[in-house]
């Protein structure tokens, strides 16, 4: 929360003497018009204080400058920042090149040539498997990494990777149950995520009712069950073929 901001800033800075309410103009003092570049990762779990206070800083140091990394589908809590936001950049997932180049430089780093110990006809099933988000990419490999060692394979193929439990398809009956009711309330439907949120009713307090349904939406898309479109200023979401053609796997309650 804005907690950890705050004692992120004191103590960078060396500012600890100072209270929360002070440090606006102590940064505009200590700094006085030299840019200040505050970073912040998922920024989907901030909660309306956090952001609440955020604005308060930005509003009161003209040379702060916040560069906030969050879900597209979150702009429901950056109401309270709508105003304030210059610039707004949307990630995509990358192509299957961009893929098999991630992959390449991650070996290299650690002191690897190439591909390898991946072959070419791996990378597209691990492509198709991830979509091509970066985090889900690496994850994949490692796993798969540390399975062809367990087996004293040497070169990970598509045909390994077709053996690999967790990439041989999707199996529907150790989803969650949660994961099962989004999926089914998205049933032939395309909805939101602040209608999803109202619809499955997940706890009192809705910025984490929302947190909870973007963070499931993320993950449900990177196994290829749920798809979006941007419809206007909003994301709907909606179930894909390949959910239809596996639904039979598990009974609907």
């Keep these: 929360g804005w907690e950890i901001i705050f004692n992120k800033l004191v103590l960078r800075f060396s500012l600890r003497k100072y209270s929360i309410s002070e440090l606006p103009e102590k940064l ?6 030299k840019p200040l570049l505050l970073l912040l990762d998922e920024g989907y779990e901030a909660g309306k204080e956090s952001l609440e206070w955020l604005r308060t800083l930005t509003d009161h140091c003209d040379s702060l400058f916040v560069l906030l990394a969050s879900l597209p589908d979150s702009e429901f809590s950056f109401s309270l920042l709508k105003q304030r936001i210059g610039e707004r950049v949307e990630l995509k997932g990358l192509d299957r090149l961009e893929t098999a180049e991630l992959i390449k430089r991650r070996i290299e780093w650690a002191g690897g040539q190439d591909i390898r110990p991946f072959s070419l006809d791996s990378i597209e099933v691990i492509y198709n498997h991830t979509l091509g988000v970066p985090r889900q990419v690496l994850k994949c490999c490692s796993e798969v990494v540390y399975q062809a060692m367990e087996r004293g394979i040497s070169i990970i193929d598509s045909g390994f990777l077709r053996q690999v439990s967790n990439l041989n398809g999707i199996q529907l009956k150790e989803l969650s149950e949660k994961q099962r009711r989004l999926l089914f309330a998205l049933d032939s ?16 307090n809705r910025d984490n009712a929302m947190r909870a349904v973007n963070n499931m939406l993320r993950r449900l898309m990177g196994m290829g069950l749920v798809e979006r479109e941007r419809v206007g200023k909003q994301y709907r979401y909606k179930t894909t073929a390949k959910f239809e053609a596996l639904r039979k796997a598990f009974p609907e309650n």
């Design 189 to 204: 439907k395309s909805l939101t995520p602040t209608q999803l949120a109202d619809q499955l009713e997940w706890g009192r």
């Design 28 to 33: 505009k003092k200590k700094f006085r018009k």
